[in-house]
Every structure is written in C-alpha cells, then in structure tokens.
C-alpha cells in the first residue's frame, strides 16, 4: 500500500502561468515532507520542503502548502517556465532522524512555450 | 566540489549473470541509499546504509545485496539477473537529520535480456 501517492502522473501549463502539483499521504507520522524534480538521463535533485509544523514554505518562484487535517501537500510554482518542465516527485520521512524517504509515484510537469 | 557517482551509466547483461553497480560519494555522507525507479511505481528503496558494515533492506530488496566497507562506496549487487531488474538505479547519500534531504547520483540504467 503506497504511504505516498500522486495521483497525477502528468500535468501540462502553458508558460507564465501557476503550476499546481498534488501529494497525499497516509502515514500521520511523517514530520517532513520534500519535493524533488528530475530530469531526463539526470538523478532527483532537491528542490524544496517543509517541516509537518508549518503549513507553507517559500522559496522564489516555488511554495509548498501543508494540510495535516487533509494530509495532503501541493507545490505552486509561479509562473511556470519551460525549463521547470521535469518530472516532480513528493517525499516524505518520519524516522525521527530524518534518514529514510517515502516517495510518490511521480508527475511529469510539461510546461508549454 | 563533493559528488556523487555511479558507474557504469548504462549495462545490458543476461539473465542470470551477476552485476555489481558502483556507487560513490564525496560528501562524507554516513548514509547511502539504493533506489529503483520503475513507471508508474516512483523510486522505492531497496537497501541502504547508515554507516559502515551497517546494511539494510529497503521495500524491493529480494535478488539484491550490499555492503559497505567504507564511507565513500555502496555497491549493489544483483546475484542472478532478472528481466524483472530491468530499470534505472539511482544511488543517494545523505546526512542524518530533521530534513531527510539526500543526494543523489546521475543514475544507471540497467537491461537484463
């Protein structure tokens, strides 16, 4: 049983405008969740994240949303460039120590020009 | 600049051969990760290290093994080649701690035919 799902695998957005990607979980443990992208031929790279205290972080053009209640967290990405087109993927850890990720399934974000 | 590398990049090898991927980084990083990515199932763990001679075994760990002698190197070890192991592996490494943010190497892609 998948802890971590991302129900769509594929999201297209024409450039300039919001990116909306979405995670859920089902595990009430996990105290930390990240957002990773990918690019073809390239290994996952970091890219942001947030702590299960908070229910927003921002960084630039990318905010992740928190809702314990839900337990469901969204990445925006405002406004979309076609260089952000990658495939996203959720995480989340809850081993105390922060050592082990449980991820999702993956959306492939395709941002058109 | 410290990295992570796996080599080689690419492998086509026979069912029931064994394969050994490298994994390598200089981040001094007292844990390392094996990881498959497959359509549709996202990465899912296979085994993974918090130290040296500490090994683990992750969610998909049947026909695999590891072992760690030193900080700097996981290899993984596919004792007789599945065409079901046909996928691309990804190494990580990472730092313990709250986040759970970890590194990962470019990946390999591997063919069993």
């Known amino acids: 049983d998948q802890q971590v799902k991302q129900n769509s695998p594929s999201l297209s957005v024409q450039e300039g405008r919001i990116s909306i990607l979405n995670c859920d979980y089902t595990?009430?443990?996990?105290?930390?969740f990240l957002w990773y992208k990918k690019y073809p031929a390239e290994g996952p790279t970091f890219l942001i994240s947030i702590s299960s205290i908070k229910d927003k972080n921002e960084d630039g053009r990318f905010t992740v949303f928190l809702n314990k209640s839900a337990k469901h967290l969204s990445l925006h990405i405002v406004p979309s460039q076609p260089g952000d087109s990658a495939v996203y993927f959720c995480a989340a850890s809850g081993d105390n120590a922060g050592n082990m990720l449980t991820f999702g399934g993956g959306t492939r974000l395709m941002v058109k020009p | 600049d410290a990295e992570i590398t796996q080599s080689p990049r690419h492998k086509i090898t026979e069912t029931g051969r064994q394969v050994t991927l490298a994994c390598h980084q200089t981040?001094?990083?007292?844990?390392m990760f094996w990881y498959r990515q497959d359509l549709g199932h996202g990465l899912r763990l296979i085994h993974y290290s918090y130290g040296v001679q500490d090994t683990n075994k992750g969610e998909v760990s049947d026909g695999y093994s590891v072992s760690r002698s030193n900080t700097e190197d996981l290899p993984l070890t596919l004792e007789s080649a599945a065409s079901s192991q046909t996928s691309v592996y990804f190494c990580?490494?990472?730092?313990?701690?709250?986040?759970?943010?970890?590194?990962f190497g470019p990946g390999t892609r591997l063919t069993v035919t």
């Open positions: 990580a490494s990472s730092d313990p701690g709250p986040t759970g943010e970890q590194y």
């Open positions: 595990n009430s443990m996990f105290d930390y």
């Open positions: 981040w001094n990083h007292n844990n």
